[in-house]
């Protein structure tokens, strides 16, 4: 009798180990906005963070600007860091597979979080997902660089355009394409993140340096930035050479 009931123990736990490996989704993903992809007919909204929605403007140097078609952009630039491996969690409301995702590099969370494209949501952001936006906000990366309504605020004063915008973005922009950026965004990233490193001086200045610029291999990065208007609203300038 004992040999089939160990049997039998042994079964249950191969069945209830299957779900696990079941919700793990892994293949090419296409961006519907800031912080929702598509994989393969299977729409995923990253948990635990929350992005300007594709309509959504912010404002900053004293202008309108499109940040949700900018946190989609990010998403997009982040995902083309190799392939893309999810857990999926649950479901929302709207029928969408609630996951965490990643590349090889990233969390794409976040990443997100730490670029300044989206803020932490929900109780089920980690505890890293605060830590990324206190950098973010303090480099005045993506969102912090002006001024910007929560996501979840500007959805909920503009009812009737949030349920079209997953529509829009699919219609619309190619998935699969980022929304052309003005030059004085261009971004510079490397394997392991933002690539423009910024430095105090021993003369007591802050200065950032490119990638390509003279002095820029001997340099100990103490900040990272991927953008030159980062740099410059954490009060670093340009080096020289």
């Not at 990324?132 to 969102?143: E, N, S, V």
């Not at 002006?146 to 500007?154: L, V």
């Not at 004063?157 to 965004?185: F, G, I, K, S």
Request: hydrophobic fraction near 40%; aromatic fraction near 8%.
């Amino acid at each position: 009798m004992r040999k089939p009931l160990l049997l039998f123990v042994a079964a249950l736990a191969v069945l209830a180990s299957s779900p696990a490996a079941a919700n793990v989704l892994a293949g090419p993903a296409e961006v519907i906005d800031g912080d929702t992809i598509d994989m393969t007919g299977t729409r995923i909204r990253l948990i635990g963070i929350d992005a300007p929605e594709s309509a959504q403007q912010c404002r900053r140097d004293g202008a309108a600007w499109d940040c949700g078609r900018d946190a989609a952009a990010a998403l997009h630039e982040i995902l083309a860091g190799g392939p893309l491996e999810c857990t999926a969690l649950g479901t929302d409301r709207y029928g969408r597979t609630l996951a965490t995702c990643r590349t090889a590099l990233f969390d794409l969370g976040h990443e997100m979080v730490r670029r300044g494209f989206a803020v932490p949501f929900g109780d089920d952001a980690p505890a890293d997902y605060a830590e990324a936006r206190d950098f973010a906000r303090q480099l005045q990366f993506g969102i912090w660089a002006g001024e910007f309504e929560e996501p979840a605020a500007w959805r909920a004063a503009n009812p009737q355009a949030a349920p079209l915008l997953a529509r829009a973005a699919a219609d619309e922009v190619p998935a699969r394409t980022a929304p052309q950026r003005p030059a004085r965004e261009a971004r510079y990233t490397n394997a392991f993140g933002c690539a423009i490193k910024g430095n105090h001086s021993r003369y007591g200045s802050y200065i950032y340096h490119l990638p390509g610029q003279k002095y820029y291999d001997a340099t100990r990065p103490e900040a990272l930035f991927c953008t030159e208007r980062e740099a410059i609203a954490a009060g670093f300038r340009r080096s020289k050479e």
